[in-house]
């Protein structure tokens, strides 16, 4: 019984970090710079179905990866991380499947609203995830798990999906 409490904390953070994180960066922000107007795409049903496609993916590999967080006893926020290094599911083929999954959340809404703000809000979010990715998270995964990171990093590129899943 006393296990189940820190997994209940984990699923919690996990749940309130989703919405305060990915929450505000893939929703409230583009809700504000857009108004979430669609644009009139005429007859061109392709563009809504790619950007819902582009939507429904990136939601759908946002909630796998925040899972996986919380199955491992921790959340995606820095300032309550995982027992162990997270190593299976999306990430066997990505390291970062959050930070890819609102990126493509965000340029599906782009598309839908057919709007230029927040492809260049998109661009920005890049911008700042890569360079906190290099300043602060892969130097503290370094440091708290590694050579099972360092391991992990030069078998699974950060960016650039696998096409075969890595086995540690």
């Known amino acids: 019984m006393a296990s189940a409490a820190p997994l209940a904390r984990a699923w919690i953070g996990t749940i309130v970090f989703l919405f305060l994180a990915p929450g505000v960066v893939a929703g409230l922000i583009p809700w504000v710079i857009s108004g979430w ?3 009139d795409w005429g007859g061109a049903a392709w563009a809504v179905l790619i950007a819902w496609m582009a939507i429904g993916l990136g939601v759908a590999f946002l909630l796998h990866a925040f899972a996986l967080f919380a199955l491992h006893r921790g959340t995606p926020a820095p300032l309550a991380p995982t027992e162990t ?4 599911g999306a990430y066997r083929y990505v390291r970062n499947p959050m930070y890819l999954a609102v990126l ?3 340029l599906g809404q782009a598309l839908l609203f057919g709007n ?8 920005i979010v890049l911008a700042v ?5 290099k300043g602060y998270e892969e130097p503290t995964l370094t440091d708290t798990y590694g050579e099972q990171y360092l391991e992990y990093r030069r078998n699974v590129r950060g ?3 696998r ?3 890595w086995r540690a």
């Not at 290094?85 to 299976?88: A, I, K, Q, R």
């Not at 995830?129 to 990715?133: D, G, I, K, L, R």
């Open 159 to 161: 960016w650039w999906p």
């Open 104 to 106: 493509l959340i965000i």
């Open 129 to 133: 995830v890569v360079a906190f990715v």
């Open 116 to 123: 230029w703000g927040v492809l260049l809000y998109a661009a």
């Open 163 to 165: 096409i075969t899943p």
């Open 85 to 88: 290094l997270v190593v299976e």
């Open 37 to 39: 107007r669609w644009y």
